[in-house]
Nanobody, 123 residues
Framework: VQLQASGGGSVQAAGSLRLSCAASGRTLSRYSVGWFRQAPGKEREFVAAIALVGGTTHYADSVQGRFTISRDNAKNTAYLQMNSLKPEDTAVYYC?????????????????WGQGTLVTVSS
């Protein structure tokens, strides 16, 4: 499966962005989906994940209550709605898919990755 992340950009603190992750090659409905991010000079970190079925989600503590992950299997696309953005959310955001039914949080579980989209939040 090929993944294309989009929707990044520059926004002021407290603003919102919605990232999209469009899948091609195979249907997204076969995978659980996760979002990760990597800030300059830092390691890639887990942001959010959604299970294959049932809608189970997991979030990093740092984004809980501000970010929402969702999927539209009919459109072969997953989303990350980001509200109340903070400067520390600045990073390249990656979507990924895992060959599991569960909403997993470790990057080693994910086999396919998109190219990343840059989110910059200014204070």
């Amino acid at each position: 499966v090929q993944l294309q992340a989009s929707g990044g950009g520059s926004v002021q603190a407290a603003g919102s962005l919605r990232l999209s992750c469009a899948a091609s090659g195979r249907t997204l409905s076969r995978y659980s989906v996760g979002w990760f991010r990597q800030a300059p000079g830092k390691e890639r970190e887990f942001v959010a994940a959604i299970a294959l079925v049932g809608g189970t989600t997991h979030y990093a503590d740092s984004v809980q209550g501000r970010f929402t992950i969702s999927r539209d299997n009919a459109k072969n696309t997953a989303y990350l709605q980001m509200n109340s953005l903070k400067p520390e959310d600045t990073a390249v955001y990656y979507c990924a898919t895992a060959n599991t039914r569960l909403a997993v949080t470790t990057h080693q579980e994910y086999a396919y990755w998109g190219q990343g989209t840059l989110v910059t939040v200014s204070s």
